[in-house]
T-cell receptor, first 111, second 116 residues
Framework: SQKIEQNSEALNIQEGKTATLTCNYT??????LQWYRQDPGRGPVFLLL?????KEKRKERLKVTFDTTLKQSLFHITASQPADSATYLC??????????FGTGTRLQVTL | DTGVSQDPRHKITKRGQNVTFRCDPI?????LYWYRQTLGQGPEFLTY????????KSRLLSDRFSAERPKGSFSTLEIQRTEQGDSAMYLC??????????????FGNGTRLTVT
């Protein structure tokens, strides 16, 4: 069955550093991969989508990589700020209409 | 764009009661999804609609759950004979699916259900 692995433990980093979150997937051949941000008590918010033929995608301080050989995506936040503290969800996406979300990694950025 | 709205935000009910949640998607979106999320987990797919047609239901969805989307606009999710295991955040999302590509989901802020 399809499996998505994200670090279940929280990632704690200092303000100004780069945060790197990992998403590994198995039994999947997604054509796309999406990342969402979720704050406590709120619904997820879409951040970025990367296609299988794109190695890297950037949006402001965010950068996503997608390695279909390793079956892995890395999500980077540069110059992190306390406001970046949230849970980040990885969503490998194929042609199926329903999306399967990872469990998410909680990022805590401290001063 | 007023976003996806869900009502109520919180619902506390006693085991065995029926509950109904409402979702108003972004008006031009043709797809509507229901997800359920428990603490420490990612959202879990329940069902989705393309306009008014319910196209897929999760095998995890028991027959106590039913969803409708009359006229392809708002949607309701009903849970009959609630059980304590139904306690969760119920999330609604919508998207505009076109001829190609992937359209990201726009989520509401959910209805938190507590079954006592």
């Amino acid at each position: 069955s399809q499996k998505i692995e994200q670090n279940s433990e929280a990632l704690n980093i200092q303000e100004g550093k780069t945060a790197t979150l990992t998403c590994n997937y198995t039994n999947y051949s997604p054509a796309y991969l999406q990342w969402y941000r979720q704050d406590p008590g709120r619904g997820p918010v879409f951040l970025l989508l990367i296609r299988e033929n794109e190695k890297e995608k950037r949006k402001e301080r965010l950068k996503v990589t997608f390695d279909t050989t390793l079956k892995q995506s890395l999500f980077h936040i540069t110059a992190s700020q306390p406001a970046d503290s949230a849970t980040y969800l990885c969503v490998p996406t194929g042609t199926a209409s329903k999306l399967t979300f990872g469990t998410g990694t909680r990022l805590q950025v401290t001063l | 764009d007023t976003g996806v709205s869900q009502d109520p935000r919180h619902k506390i009910t006693k085991r065995g009661q029926n509950v109904t949640f409402r979702c108003d998607p972004i008006s031009e979106h043709n797809r509507l999804y229901w997800y359920r999320q428990t603490l420490g987990q990612g959202p879990e797919f329940l069902t989705y609609f393309q306009n008014e047609a319910q196209l897929e239901k999760s095998r995890l969805l028991s027959d106590r759950f039913s969803a409708e989307r009359p006229k392809g606009s708002f949607s309701t999710l009903e849970i009959q004979r609630t059980e304590q295991g139904d306690s969760a955040m119920y999330l609604c999302a919508s998207s505009l699916e076109g001829a190609g590509g992937i359209s990201p989901l726009h989520f509401g802020n959910g209805t938190r259900l507590t079954v006592t």
